[in-house]
Nanobody, 125 residues
Framework: QVQLVESGGGLVQAGGSLSLSCAASGRTSSNLRMGWFRQAPGKEREFVAAISWPGASTYYADSVKGRFTISRDTAKKTVYMQMNSLKSEDTAVYYC??????????????????WGRGTQVTVSS
């Protein structure tokens, strides 16, 4: 019912920056909340950031707080994540996520209704 497509991944050096975007299509609504998860090889998928849609409430994992910023353009049904001061431990596949109701706190993977296919972010040391 909802499709999510990520873009903006790539290879950067430690300390650098990347910006990710995720466009939603299909049976979306004004109640759609969006966010980001990531998964490194051999590890479980973990929460990164989330934002209300509509609304301005944001949530961040402690590991990225102060370095990553999530935002959205409601008219374009797009969510963004600016990633600064990247570290090697940020290397992972980043997945766009969406939910039809408000995000709980803390946010967990089973709270997600829709997933994107993922985009690779690699941070070299």
């Amino acid at each position: 019912q909802v499709q999510l497509v990520e873009s903006g991944g790539g290879l950067v050096q430690a300390g650098g920056s990347l910006s990710l975007s995720c466009a939603a299509s299909g049976r979306t609504s004004s109640n759609l909340r969006m966010g980001w998860f990531r998964q490194a090889p051999g590890k479980e998928r973990e929460f990164v950031a989330a934002i209300s849609w509509p609304g301005a409430s944001t949530y961040y994992a402690d590991s990225v707080k102060g370095r990553f910023t999530i935002s959205r353009d409601t008219a374009k049904k797009t969510v963004y994540m600016q990633m600064n001061s990247l570290k090697s431990e940020d290397t992972a596949v980043y997945y766009c996520a969406a939910r039809s109701s408000g995000w709980p706190n803390p946010v967990r993977a089973y709270d997600v209704d829709y997933w994107g296919r993922g985009t690779q972010v690699t941070v070299s040391s």
